[in-house]
């Protein structure tokens, strides 16, 4: 047994978990103090923040040439954001949908998912199929943005702007969260690569399951943080997002690195699974008032039986 390899892969996990809270929160607390207006931090740093771990893991791994890893991580977030995350805390309590953007967010998302699929038809993911995927990033950008800013309206950039000595303890935290972020992603990567060589499982499956679970900690925290304090109706819009960036932003990202080729089993297994679960969230969210809990019971079992087929078929 590879003890080694299994300590560095929890220490990975530990530092991207940490990392990534602190990033955001040192973010977060630069753009009020500097005066940044709130729409255009909702819009771009807390999103991204959100998604740092599967970004740099994904991007990392196409870096260095492991691109099933590139795939398998920001397909099995989404797939693990939305089975297990999501379809957990439904199980536990009913989350109303009372967020009139759900629609367009729901359908962003499901772009996100069409898009990959018929670019990858031709087996892999290439630059130019990384800007269009990235389009569709730009547009769930665009769309966030006009939210926010009918949400806060006009906000003058620039109002309470304080001294650089006054950040230097966030610039400080914002620094070593990003570090942390990707100094992590790095050695979850090649742990993860020697875990799966010593299970001998594929490196894919590794992605899809344990590397896609560790990067999706920060979904996982928000949405248990939201179920504590009575407003998990919130998660629903975190998943939202964090699986359209998933896709449309890290794979459109990473695909500039280096070519993504898309496997068989990426193409015939994980991608129909990954649209059907979105499909099923959408259904079940425009045709009634809330998400039940029978409905997260279903979300949740499709999880569970997709990562058992994973192992039964492909492991």
């Known amino acids: 047994m590879d003890l080694l390899s299994i300590f560095l892969f929890l220490l990975s996990?530990?530092?991207?978990?940490?990392?990534?809270?602190?990033?955001?929160?040192?973010?977060?607390?630069?753009?009020n103090k500097s005066g940044i207006p709130k729409m255009i931090i909702g819009a771009t740093i807390v999103s991204f923040a959100t998604t740092a771990p599967e970004f740099a893991v994904s991007a990392t791994a196409a870096y260095i040439g492991h691109t099933d890893m590139t795939i398998g991580n920001a397909v099995g977030s989404a797939i693990c954001n939305t089975g297990l995350?999501?379809?957990?805390?439904?199980?536990?309590?009913?989350?109303?949908?009372?967020?009139?953007?759900?629609?367009?967010k729901s359908g962003l998302m499901l772009l996100s998912g069409i898009v990959l699929i018929l670019l990858s038809r031709d087996g892999g993911i290439s630059g130019p199929d990384g800007l269009v995927l990235l389009l569709v990033f730009f547009a769930f950008l665009y769309h966030a943005s006009k939210t926010q800013y009918k949400i806060f309206g006009k906000e003058r950039a620039g109002s309470g702007k304080v001294k650089i000595k006054e950040m230097q303890k966030d610039i400080v935290f914002f620094v070593i969260g990003a570090l942390s972020v990707v100094i992590g992603s790095r050695i979850l990567v090649d742990s993860g690569i020697k875990i799966a060589e010593w299970l001998g499982i594929p490196e894919v499956i590794i992605a899809l399951t344990m590397v896609a679970v560790g990067t999706s900690l920060p979904e996982l925290a928000t949405a248990i943080a939201s179920l504590k304090k009575g407003h998990q109706d919130l998660s629903i819009g975190n998943i939202l997002g964090a699986n359209t960036m998933d896709i449309a932003m890290i794979l459109g990202?990473?695909?500039?690195?280096?070519?993504?080729?898309?496997?068989?089993?990426?193409?015939?297994?994980?991608?129909?699974?990954?649209?059907?679960?979105?499909?099923?969230?959408?259904?079940?969210?425009?045709?009634?008032?809330?998400?039940?809990?029978?409905?997260?019971?279903?979300?949740?079992?499709?999880?569970?039986?997709?990562?058992?087929?994973?192992?039964?078929?492909?492991?």
């Open 253 to 315: 990202a990473s695909s500039q690195i280096r070519l993504l080729p898309v496997s068989d089993q990426l193409a015939g297994y994980d991608f129909p699974f990954m649209l059907v679960i979105m499909l099923a969230l959408i259904i079940f969210g425009l045709t009634g008032k809330k998400l039940e809990r029978w409905e997260g019971a279903l979300i949740l079992g499709a999880y569970l039986v997709y990562v058992a087929g994973l192992f039964t078929w492909y492991g």
């Open 13 to 31: 996990l530990a530092m991207i978990s940490k990392g990534s809270d602190w990033f955001i929160e040192s973010a977060v607390a630069i753009s």
């Open 85 to 104: 995350v999501l379809g957990s805390i439904i199980v536990v309590k009913a989350i109303p949908v009372r967020d009139h953007t759900f629609p367009i």
